[in-house]
């Protein structure tokens, strides 16, 4: 292979562009640079040639570095990189046959879709930065501004929105998949199908402290502050990552997709609430006050960013609230159902009602304080006070499961997928071998 440049290594900036054009290519979207003809660049390395067009082998070596170092594959293992080399051609030489293609039919990106996906694409890079200032400092760093990243970008993401829509149409709308097809393929494969893993049913009880009036004002002024930031202009994100007291702050407040029943009313309320690229006045939860920006929304399910302020109580009112839980685990031992307890003492609005049953959980999905209290706990028993982020936790072993097969219902949509996802590599193959057939390709590689 042909050297590597050092300076793109340990870049982020340019490399989350590289990545982009890998995702592209191996996704059946384009190569990382320009497209261009031979006569334009004779005295760079080629690595194929596809039609009019060129695939340097400077915009190869780019892309499979990228692989190499997201896949841990170390530059000496000659084998490996050989191989990723030639995996990553071929993607690159369908990538630039797809969007061809596109072309060729008139199919066409509307810069609303464009500056769209460029926008997302800029804020993704800015998330992994961290801040505005690192991000900033990366680009002067590359001697770059945000007009060339956006540049850059609207080469990547034209040719990947042209090359979707060609794929979408010619591959994906036409993949159709019966009952019939799903429940053979269980049948087929039952025995290479992974297991169900062990898992824990709970139950808990929630004592929560009682914040100050005072307190609670204060968090709200704060959050409506922020809120005010937002409306003037300033980032979501970058202020989700300066403010915000959830894990999720670094990732600018994305806490990803969840469904109805999974969070308090209030949020879900509010956040269903919005419509894509909102923000909600400050919303009230057991944790605190959260500002929530909707990024998508189905019918039963949302993909939101948050920040949350959370209401800190004072020293009496832990006291206090471990007091009670003391109290109420004491309760448990004296031979009251957990199940009552659960519902007059409970302060988590989604279990409360439900004699404290949170549901069931694979062990090794819980975080370390929750395993190391049910640690040794029989099913039916009870563990200690638990301290946690936010109040103290009494749980419930009410059940436990060992490894088994998955049932037909409970993978079926799972499987579904498998079989689409098996359908469409195999139409996708055959359609762009059909291209492939009627483009001049000519591969230099040794």
């Given at each position: 292979m042909a050297s590597i440049n050092v300076r793109n290594v340990v870049?982020?900036?340019?490399?989350?562009v590289a990545l982009l054009a890998l995702a592209t290519a191996v996704l059946y979207g384009p190569p990382s640079a320009a497209q261009q003809t031979p006569a334009v660049q004779p005295v760079e390395s080629v690595a194929a040639?596809?039609?009019?067009?060129?695939?340097?082998?400077?915009e190869l070596d780019e892309q499979v570095m990228v692989y190499c170092i997201q896949a841990q594959i170390a530059p000496t293992d000659s084998v490996q990189v050989e191989k990723v080399t030639k995996?990553?051609?071929?993607?690159?030489?369908?990538?630039?046959l797809i969007v061809n293609e596109a072309r060729e039919r008139k199919i066409v990106v509307s810069n609303e879709e464009l500056n769209a996906a460029v926008d997302d694409a800029l804020n993704e890079v800015k998330n992994r930065m961290g801040t505005e200032e690192r991000f900033a400092e990366e680009l002067a760093r590359e001697n770059l501004t945000v007009e060339d990243l956006k540049t850059r970008y609207r080469k990547e993401l034209e040719n990947q929105l042209l090359a979707k829509k060609l794929?979408?149409?010619?591959?994906s709308s036409r993949i159709k998949v019966t009952d019939k097809e799903v429940d053979d393929f269980y049948k087929e494969r039952k025995e290479e199908l992974p297991k169900r893993p062990p898992e824990i049913t709970l139950a808990q009880i929630?004592?929560?402290?009682?914040?100050?009036?005072?307190v609670d004002a204060s968090t709200r002024a704060r959050a409506e502050d922020i809120l005010k930031a937002i409306k003037s202009g300033e980032s979501f994100e970058d202020l989700a990552r300066n403010h915000s007291d959830d894990d999720s702050a670094e990732r600018g407040g994305d806490v990803g997709t969840f469904r109805k029943g999974e969070f308090e009313e209030s949020f879900e309320k509010a956040a269903f609430a919005l419509e894509p690229g909102q923000v909600s006045e400050p919303v009230r939860s057991r944790f605190g006050y959260h500002l929530i920006k909707l990024v998508e929304k189905q019918e039963d399910a949302a993909h939101v960013k948050h920040i949350l302020l959370k209401t800190i109580p004072t020293d009496e009112a832990e006291e206090n609230a471990r007091a009670l839980a003391t109290q109420v685990r004491k309760k448990t031992e004296s031979g009251e159902a957990f199940e009552s307890l659960a519902a007059q003492y409970s302060q988590d609005p989604l279990s409360a009602g439900k004699g404290g049953v949170i549901g069931s959980f694979v062990l090794e999905t819980l975080s370390p304080v929750i395993?190391?209290?049910i640690k040794g706990v029989p099913v039916g028993g009870v563990t200690e006070v638990v301290p946690m982020d936010v109040g103290y936790h009494i749980f419930k072993v009410v059940g436990k499961t060992a490894e088994r097969d998955y049932t037909f219902d409970e993978i079926k949509d799972r499987l579904r997928q498998l079989v689409i996802q098996e359908?469409?590599?195999?139409?996708?193959?055959?359609w762009v071998a059909e291209l492939r057939k009627k483009t001049y390709v000519d591969?230099?590689?040794?």
């Amino acid at each position: 292979m042909a050297s590597i440049n050092v300076r793109n290594v340990v870049s982020p900036v340019l490399a989350a562009v590289a990545l982009l054009a890998l995702a592209t290519a191996v996704l059946y979207g384009p190569p990382s640079a320009a497209q261009q003809t031979p006569a334009v660049q004779p005295v760079e390395s080629v690595a194929a040639i596809v039609g009019k067009e060129v695939i340097l082998k400077s915009e190869l070596d780019e892309q499979v570095m990228v692989y190499c170092i997201q896949a841990q594959i170390a530059p000496t293992d000659s084998v490996q990189v050989e191989k990723v080399t030639k995996d990553i051609l071929e993607s690159m030489i369908n990538a630039k046959l797809i969007v061809n293609e596109a072309r060729e039919r008139k199919i066409v990106v509307s810069n609303e879709e464009l500056n769209a996906a460029v926008d997302d694409a800029l804020n993704e890079v800015k998330n992994r930065m961290g801040t505005e200032e690192r991000f900033a400092e990366e680009l002067a760093r590359e001697n770059l501004t945000v007009e060339d990243l956006k540049t850059r970008y609207r080469k990547e993401l034209e040719n990947q929105l042209l090359a979707k829509k060609l794929v979408d149409r010619q591959v994906s709308s036409r993949i159709k998949v019966t009952d019939k097809e799903v429940d053979d393929f269980y049948k087929e494969r039952k025995e290479e199908l992974p297991k169900r893993p062990p898992e824990i049913t709970l139950a808990q009880i929630v004592i929560l402290p009682e914040v100050d009036s005072l307190v609670d004002a204060s968090t709200r002024a704060r959050a409506e502050d922020i809120l005010k930031a937002i409306k003037s202009g300033e980032s979501f994100e970058d202020l989700a990552r300066n403010h915000s007291d959830d894990d999720s702050a670094e990732r600018g407040g994305d806490v990803g997709t969840f469904r109805k029943g999974e969070f308090e009313e209030s949020f879900e309320k509010a956040a269903f609430a919005l419509e894509p690229g909102q923000v909600s006045e400050p919303v009230r939860s057991r944790f605190g006050y959260h500002l929530i920006k909707l990024v998508e929304k189905q019918e039963d399910a949302a993909h939101v960013k948050h920040i949350l302020l959370k209401t800190i109580p004072t020293d009496e009112a832990e006291e206090n609230a471990r007091a009670l839980a003391t109290q109420v685990r004491k309760k448990t031992e004296s031979g009251e159902a957990f199940e009552s307890l659960a519902a007059q003492y409970s302060q988590d609005p989604l279990s409360a009602g439900k004699g404290g049953v949170i549901g069931s959980f694979v062990l090794e999905t819980l975080s370390p304080v929750i395993k190391n209290a049910i640690k040794g706990v029989p099913v039916g028993g009870v563990t200690e006070v638990v301290p946690m982020d936010v109040g103290y936790h009494i749980f419930k072993v009410v059940g436990k499961t060992a490894e088994r097969d998955y049932t037909f219902d409970e993978i079926k949509d799972r499987l579904r997928q498998l079989v689409i996802q098996e359908k469409s590599q195999n139409e996708y193959e055959q359609w762009v071998a059909e291209l492939r057939k009627k483009t001049y390709v000519d591969v230099r590689l040794p």
